[in-house]
């Protein structure tokens, strides 16, 4: 059995220590020691929709990425019952991770019945560490959709539990409209990435993300996602960009914007 002490022994290594910009340095003259990296969302989508064009350049700079989803999606389709909306939207993360060159892994808790327990918390935990991390990212807290909040609950607890052994990202979705009051610590220049991370988001047809014209849809306009990806671009002095909070051993890390 994986136990906590065992993925604290065999993570460690100055895993914590990693940083963004390590994992998504270039080095033309030295091989890439490959990490492995977990996503955690909410619903299928979700880890596309806040870190899929940092996903796309980690699997890029060689890194092996799980995208770690916490529901099934089931109440994701109005006219499907629970089973039928479940089915069709795990098919499409399996189209999207294939986009985006990542692994699926599915939790199976139910979409809008979600719940922390310590039986919950034990399976979310061995389900994680048995992808022996070096870092994983998940959503920001503090958000107005309680999958969201326990999914990252969840991980953060199971950092905690696992010694701070892997390094913890937190992403946004959705800002003002899901995420609230967050304040990025990282950046990352997605602008050669974003158009593939787009395909990726577009598997997912049942959520109506992405248009026919290959734009972001005006439902997605409304929630913020384009003007958040337009906006951090902006913050960075880029296109478009993708914006993270470090977790710290002693809280959310502080660092400069980026000139």
């Known amino acids: 059995m994986h136990t906590r002490r065992a993925f604290v022994k065999s993570a460690l290594g100055g895993a914590g220590l990693l940083s963004l910009t390590t994992l998504l340095q270039a080095h033309p003259t030295q091989a890439v020691e490959k990490r492995k990296i977990v996503v955690v969302g909410g619903h299928p989508d979700d880890p596309e929709c806040g870190a899929g064009g940092t996903i796309l350049l980690l699997v890029s700079a060689g890194h092996e990425v799980t995208l770690m989803y916490f529901t099934n999606g089931d109440e994701g389709i109005a006219d499907k019952s629970h089973e039928e909306a479940a089915a069709i939207r795990k098919k499409e993360c399996l189209?999207?991770?294939?986009?985006?060159?990542a692994k699926p892994l599915f939790v199976d808790q139910v979409d809008g019945e979600s719940v922390v327990s310590n039986s919950e918390m034990a399976r979310f935990q061995k389900l994680l560490w048995n992808e022996k991390p070096h870092v994983v990212f998940t959503h920001w807290p503090l958000d107005s959709?309680?999958?969201?909040?326990?999914?990252?609950?969840?991980?953060?607890?199971?950092?905690?539990?696992?010694?701070?052994s892997f390094a913890l990202y937190f992403y946004e979705v959705c800002t003002g409209y899901q995420s609230f009051l967050f304040h990025p610590t990282d950046y990352v220049d997605i602008?050669?990435?974003?158009?593939?991370?787009?395909?990726?988001?577009?598997?997912?047809?049942?959520?109506?993300?992405?248009?026919?014209?290959?734009?972001?849809?005006?439902?997605?306009?409304?929630?913020?996602?384009?003007a958040m990806e337009d906006f951090r671009g902006k913050e960075l002095g880029v296109t478009f960009a993708e914006a993270f909070i470090r977790m710290t051993g002693r809280g959310m890390g502080t660092f400069a914007v980026p000139s």
Do not use: F
Not at 95 to 101: D, R, T, V
């Open 95 to 101: 189209e999207a991770c294939k986009i985006l060159g």
């Open 191 to 226: 602008s050669e990435t974003q158009a593939l991370k787009m395909k990726a988001l577009a598997c997912h047809a049942s959520q109506n993300i992405i248009g026919k014209d290959g734009r972001y849809t005006p439902m997605m306009y409304a929630c913020g996602q384009p």
């Open 145 to 164: 959709h309680k999958d969201h909040q326990l999914a990252s609950v969840l991980t953060m607890q199971a950092w905690m539990e696992a010694s701070q």
